[in-house]
């Protein structure tokens, strides 16, 4: 079975240079959310998106941006990024927004900032 | 807002031997409770969810209990293989949080020895 795409698998950045992480959802799959992972650290919810409107935010950095396209892909952007923010990005995709719609997880853009 | 916790940090168990993670979450209102399992490299993995309006629900070797009196939930899985080794996270979700903003534990890391 198709699953969430993830690109790119590992990403190295230097400081304050910007990034975009890109999320395929499992077709049909109508809805986004990513989620940041620091090492040794459980997924920490950062925005979803339902129907490419924002559905939700969590602890987002005002420096990071997303949006879902008419595919329902998705795109991550951070700017001015910092040493902080070296971190796997997890997107995942559910079909439809209801809260206990079940979340299929991709494997995530390892994102190392130096 | 959602607070999970999650005991054992870490469950070395002996193959064949059954391992028990729990979990407590603190909002009333959270009746989702899906658990995932993650390998290294890879994205957090759906296992098994229960729903509030269940107590228990089991998948072979997988099974889960919630409480909702007691608000915990716990996940039990019998006959251990040495391939169930990886990081279980338990996480809960309710329809006053938001859409699919799950609140998850800090992690299992459970070692199954042959």
């Known amino acids: 079975a198709a699953g969430v795409i993830q690109s790119p698998r590992h990403l190295i950045k230097e400081k304050r240079e910007t990034a975009t992480l890109k999320c395929y959802p499992i077709?049909?799959?109508?809805?986004v959310y990513w989620y940041q992972q620091g090492p040794g650290q459980d997924p920490q919810f950062l925005i979803s998106f339902y129907e490419k409107m924002q559905s939700d935010k969590g602890s987002i950095p005002d420096r990071f941006s997303a949006q879902q396209f008419s595919d329902y892909h998705s795109e991550l952007n951070m700017s001015s990024l910092e040493l902080g923010d070296s971190a796997l990005y997890f997107c995942a995709s559910s079909f439809g927004p209801q809260y206990n719609s079940p979340l299929h997880f991709g494997n995530g853009t390892r994102l190392t900032v130096t | 807002g959602e607070n999970v916790e999650q005991h054992p940090s870490t469950l070395s168990v002996q193959e064949g031997d059954s391992a028990v993670i729990k979990c407590t979450y603190s909002d009333s209102a959270s009746n989702y409770f899906p658990w995932y399992k993650q390998e290294l490299g890879k994205g957090p993995q759906l296992i098994i969810d229960?729903?509030?309006?269940?107590g228990e629900k089991k998948d072979q070797r997988i099974a889960v209990t919630l409480n909702k009196t007691a608000k915990h939930f716990s996940l039990h899985i019998t006959e251990t293989q040495p391939e169930d080794s990886a990081v279980y996270f338990c996480a809960a979700s309710s329809v006053a949080g938001s859409q699919g903003n799950l609140i998850f534990g800090k992690g299992t890391k459970l070692s199954v020895k042959p």
């Open positions: 077709p049909r799959h109508d809805t």
């Open positions: 229960i729903r509030s309006n269940v």
